[in-house]
């Protein structure tokens, strides 16, 4: 099957702030112009420098700050463009026009970067129409399908081209199956097929699943029945660039939600672990010296483990309400789409602010409401395992006490006796028998050691009892 100018554009996306922290990133570092230049030059052969082009300290004015240097600016473009000629075979070679559309969101850089087969010639007749296996040669090893990275944000490649007869209309899938297997001629590197609707009068079909969230990756192809979807497209452009970007964030927050759910679960699990391995004691139970100092040592581990955990609920949180804020901006340039073309049947486009997005939102508040207990459970762990510590510790500390008033009492006892006795220490020593009585050292520490044993015993009763 064959269709008329083909166009592949690639709209993606990378965060330059986060945290509120600026990313220092050198301007040939960026990764998006990187894989502009590398994209262009794979097809064209030609060397873009598109990070020479660009400044990226212009002051915003706006929401939406186009880079281009102001000394490339022609006619108020903002786009830089290009040229070349491939060759699909030796004997034809086809004109390759396009354009490079840098620019800065609030927090991110864009890049538009358009490959097309132009629909007119150089000398103003129309271009030839070309098979669908064409655009194979717009995106060789897959150059169109970028590297994840912290930053990068996320795409959307849009494939448009125009159907060429009334026929067409019977084949809209196929055309379309026919058009993704053309580009991404590795079946494992395909985005599955979403859904299939109409937008601006035009049939367009979406690939790509949120079941597969871990490789997800946007593809649309839209084919032309006639020149309004054309026309439309053109008027909100700038639109749709937030539109894609505003969608972008949304998926990103909610890809970077599913990792942090499952650190939450892995570290909710640690929790559980570390409180099943709490002693079970009976109320008169001891506790023995080593389990109160297993105690001791979890009672420092787990306030650790509740910051971790309090940053992870947290964290959960701001992606809840990155989503939120970013699908009200994405209906807010519908609503500006359908002012500008005048068409408020944008069904296609709503889909995502209307389902999608309001599910993932619904998800994180379950994890949320899920793992919350989790703190709750925490927070009571500590507390009572300070109890059985303080109580215990508490306890020894009585214990201690009462054995040294013991101690001291009897001693005490003691030396008084002994001091009463020894005042007769000068007699000389004699043999010990019947007529002669023990010498008075000998009944000092007798009396002093009877004392001592006495009246602590009398201590001990004494504490005993109280």
Same mark, same amino acid.
């Given at each position: ?301 787990? *306030? ?123 007699? *000389? ?38």
């Amino acid at each position: 099957m064959k269709i008329y100018a083909p166009n592949l554009h690639l709209f993606v996306f990378e965060l330059y702030k986060a945290a509120n922290l600026e990313i220092t990133l050198q301007e040939d570092k960026i990764q998006i112009w990187q894989a502009g230049d590398q994209i262009v030059r794979s097809i064209l052969h030609q060397d873009l420098h598109l990070s020479q082009h660009i400044d990226i300290h212009k002051k915003p004015d706006s929401h939406r700050v186009d880079l281009l240097k102001e000394s490339e600016v022609k006619d108020g473009d903002y786009s830089l463009e290009f040229a070349g000629k491939i060759s699909p075979d030796k004997q034809q070679q086809i004109l390759i026009k396009g354009f490079a559309y840098p620019l800065r969101f609030a927090d991110s850089y864009g890049l538009w970067l358009n490959l097309r087969r132009p629909e007119n010639e150089e000398d103003g007749q129309s271009t030839e129409d070309v098979e669908i296996s064409f655009l194979s040669q717009l995106n060789p090893n897959n150059c169109f399908t970028l590297e994840k990275s912290p930053r990068f944000l996320g795409q959307t490649l849009l494939i448009t081209a125009w159907l060429i007869g009334a026929k067409d209309e019977k084949h809209l899938y196929q055309i379309a199956e026919e058009c993704l297997q053309a580009v991404f001629p590795n079946e494992s590197q395909r985005p599955p097929f979403n859904r299939q609707g109409e937008l601006f009068g035009s049939p367009i079909f979406e690939y790509g699943l949120f079941s597969q969230l871990a490789n997800y990756q946007h593809v649309l192809i839209w084919l032309f029945r006639d020149s309004q979807a054309d026309e439309k497209l053109n008027q909100c452009y700038q639109e749709l660039l937030d539109l894609f970007f505003f969608r972008s964030k949304v998926i990103r927050a909610y890809q970077d939600s599913r990792q942090t759910y499952h650190q939450v679960a892995s570290t909710y699990q640690a929790i559980e672990t570390l409180i099943d391995s709490l002693p079970k004691k009976r109320e008169k139970d001891q506790v023995t010296t080593e389990e109160l100092e297993d105690l001791k040592n979890k009672l420092k581990e787990l *306030p650790q483990l509740a910051l971790t955990y309090t940053r992870l609920l947290r964290n959960l949180e701001d992606y809840h309400n990155t989503i939120a804020i970013n699908e009200y901006n994405y209906s807010e340039r519908l609503q500006q789409i359908s002012g500008v073309v005048g068409d408020n049947q944008l069904l296609f486009l709503t889909t995502f602010s209307q389902e999608k997005s309001p599910f993932f939102q619904k998800q994180i508040q379950a994890d949320l409401g899920y793992f919350r207990h989790g703190a709750t459970l925490l927070e009571q762990a500590i507390a009572s395992i300070r109890g059985i510590v303080e109580i215990e510790q508490a306890e020894r500390d009585r214990s201690l006490e009462k054995t040294i008033q013991i101690i001291g009492v009897g001693l005490g006892a003691g030396a008084i006796v002994s001091g009463v006795v020894t005042q007769h220490i000068d007699k *000389p020593f004699a043999p010990i028998s019947m007529n002669n009585p023990p010498h008075p050292l000998v009944l000092s520490l007798f009396w002093s050691v009877l004392a001592t044993l006495f009246f602590g015993t009398l201590a001990w009763l004494w504490t005993k009892r109280n």
